[in-house]
């Protein structure tokens, strides 16, 4: 434990002692059973006589908070209690409305249901660890003569080349190094471009549906959000504000319809852009797994006029867990972007970026792919199967060709209240289509992830979900 | 090289190919030497005639792009160019003139100099890697069954109760693991907290001089940023702004000048926030290294009101390159403030938590802390000796009781732009005092970081610092 000493204060030295010690007594950071620091090294410490010390160890033990030992040494005694609560006190410190308006949205790791439909999780037991675990010791040793350095505030560059070759080969998306800006995942992106290219004030158009914790940190910038509606050819272009300064939206697969942006809308939004002065960004959270063969065109591929934003991240290629995820961003905004990524975070850890620089170089993402395409087609067509052969469920399943969820629209009751209460019940965990509504009257759904749920168990858990609907 | 194909797209499939082809092979996505991929393979993948591949493939062979290779095959023979650039189209993206304004403060890794006396740095050699990769290695076995989760936001609960033991041990702070917010370093608990107390057009205040990366920060969230002098006592409490709704301060070791805020003017500005309402941020970034006996209380631990924030970090304990720092927070803030982190960026790296926190428990930290407080007291001494060994330096050092640099007062010529010449031509890295006035007249002078410096080479640097001026 530490003590503090002040010459400045009115106390005696030897009271200021005795304060600290029997204040981490009562809160508990001394536990009974617990020994005092010997008074002479406590002493030579604080440069102070010893009998300044033993004098505070003596009230201490007359007042029963310590008890002597035979053979030296004093033992506590006192019972811990918790830190004082504060929070009470009328000069306590509240969020602001905003930030006390927003809510978290899905669930946490904590919970592992026994069927998991969840969306946004992705299958555990894919994760190739023995070749993670092998980068990351390689990325260790690399990094061991840098360990007294801030890293680049855009991630390492050696990553960032091998990002550009990547994108070029699975996307088609020719870039620089020095325009990819490593983040802590997708929305982090969002977060840091939201910062660069608007003030508060500004408006922000989004997909309604939508992802929700895009909303909540584009309205943490004081940035106002409108939600724009999504029908089966993706975002209507045409019901955009024309006072937005940027767009956010996920044409390959959008969150949480699943429909793709078609190419006439995809022109028709980058003409729409171009002619605004506004910014697109491009979220491709999860353009990796595709069930047909035939997918469009990134919007960073067609832009012309420098208006698109491409956002990438690892958590569904890979695992959220590992916080990595990217922008490619038009070379303007570079300055900015790292002005600002130095003062906010100082940027990605490095042992993380060396370690999936090394992952992609030595072709194990590329394998674990392979392997994770499979399994996730296995699992899209065991859920479409499953769902097709209820007979009177009241599901409809939207169209939906690639990612890691599919959403199904569903009767109007239970309520999502009680649909909680009831597949909690049965151990089944959902994630519900009407909380990805922020900016209009919701639909009833199911935003059915299979991620996370064994290939197996998904006629079950299907089963299970159309009983709930009863 | 993925390829796209659009049924809506007015131009013939064979035509999309060839026309895809030929901007990978212009844009140096597809380098010469290069093997197209088999026609067959392509036309399987996406479930089109073979020869509608054929034809794209014999129309780039005409063209001059490729070459068919005996024994079947074809290599592009064409020329790589630079992707296209953007940013000079009209509509290219620009930043706000806010984030345009904000420069980048202090140097980056790719810097190793002779002789480095920049501020923020640290013994890379120090660092205890071979215990760090254990507990990475720990820590990654641990994760094998969450891999397919985010984790926590706030960061792993495992993390944050030890955080609470090493707290009372370390600084005498009682608190709960739920008041605990692990961040990417002190900054971003800075910029977290601000998201969650102030809205744009409010009001913070920071020290005059200061750390410039947090006046950037608080700009970018739209806040209005008032800088109070700091005198030998510390912030200047009645000197701040009434309006103020946060107040930054770095109370241990006051940056860049290394004061500390006296018993006084803590207890001065805690009256005035809870009066006002505002909330105290205490950026407590090096307190771990003291070449003094007697250190002040933390604010935290004299907060009776609610106010304090008390911010720490492992950058300069243990190494810049792991990004992580925490927030000890009031509890009434705790649900905005993990709302905010899940929608941003859904929480620090679990194995970075995990590592960490095996680190601490371990006691693999006590045991670095221990070795480093030897080896920056030894160049501590070193450096004021250097110092006060010059005769008509025009050298004036403040008094500096801990942390890793230590500021001097120098001639006002030759300003920083020669002075930056000069010392780079003698292998110098230094920081200069000027950058940290962001509201005033600067000063002239040298923040002079010895966390990176060996010590044998202090003398001579300082002698060589010194010669800049004559």
């Not at 306590?92 to 006390?100: E, I, K």
């Not at 069927?115 to 990094?143: H, K």
């Not at 989004?206 to 975002?235: A, K, M, N, Q, W």
């Amino acid at each position: 434990m530490e003590l503090f000493l002040d010459n400045d204060d009115q106390r005696s030295l030897s009271t200021q002692l005795y304060d600290q010690i029997r204040e981490a007594i009562t809160d508990g950071r001394l536990p009974p059973g617990g020994r005092l620091q010997p008074s002479r090294g406590v002493a030579q410490g604080l440069a102070i006589a010893r009998s300044t010390v033993t004098d505070a160890y003596a009230r201490l033990t007359a007042e029963g908070y310590v008890e002597g030992r035979r053979g030296g040494g004093s033992i506590v005694v006192g019972h811990a209690s918790s830190p004082p609560d504060l929070s009470e006190a009328p000069t306590a410190l509240a969020p602001t409305a905003q930030a006390a308006a927003v809510r978290r949205y899905g669930v946490g790791l904590e919970s592992h249901p026994r069927y998991d439909l969840t969306a946004g999780r992705v299958e555990t037991r894919l994760f190739p660890l023995a070749d993670w675990r092998r980068c990351t010791n390689r990325a260790l040793t690399r990094l061991a003569r840098d360990f007294g350095y801030y890293g680049d505030p855009a991630g390492s560059i050696e990553l960032r080349r091998t990002l550009t070759h990547w994108l070029a080969r699975s996307r088609g998306i020719a870039t620089t190094a020095d325009q990819i800006v490593v983040t802590h995942g997708a929305s982090h992106a969002t977060d840091v471009m939201a910062r660069v290219l608007l003030r508060p004030g500004d408006v922000a158009a989004v997909e309604e549906p939508g992802y929700p914790p895009i909303t909540s940190l584009l309205r943490f910038l004081g940035i106002e959000v409108v939600g724009v509606p999504v029908d089966e050819h993706g975002l209507v272009v045409d019901a955009l504000p024309a006072a937005a300064r940027l767009v956010h939206v996920t044409p390959s697969h959008q969150y949480p319809l699943g429909v793709v942006l078609s190419r006439q809308r995809r022109i028709a939004l980058l003409r729409w852009a171009a002619r605004r002065g506004a910014a697109v960004i491009e979220d491709d959270y999860d353009s990796e797994f595709r069930y047909q063969n035939r997918p469009l065109e990134p919007l960073h591929r067609l832009d012309r006029d420098g208006v698109v934003i491409y956002v990438g991240t690892f958590s569904k290629m890979l695992s959220p867990a590992l916080r990595v995820g990217f922008a490619v961003v038009p070379p303007g905004l570079v300055p900015a972007i790292t002005a600002i990524r130095q003062a906010v975070d100082a940027g990605p850890p490095p042992v993380t970026t060396h370690t999936l620089r090394a992952f992609i170089e030595e072709g194990h993402l590329d394998r674990h792919l392979r392997r994770a395409r499979k399994v996730y087609a296995d699992r899209y067509r065991t859920v479409r199967a499953a769902v097709a052969s209820l007979s009177d469920s009241g599901f409809t399943p939207l169209p939906s060709q690639a990612g890691l969820h599919m959403t199904l629209q569903t009767p109007d009751t239970p309520d999502d209240k009680e649909l909680n209460v009831r597949s909690t019940r049965h151990g089944l965990q959902l994630s519900s289509l009407r909380r990805t509504y922020q900016h209009s009257p919701p639909q009833a759904g199911i935003v059915l992830g299979f991620g996370a749920i064994p290939t197996p168990d998904i006629p079950d858990a299907i089963e299970l979900l159309a009983s709930l609907y009863r």
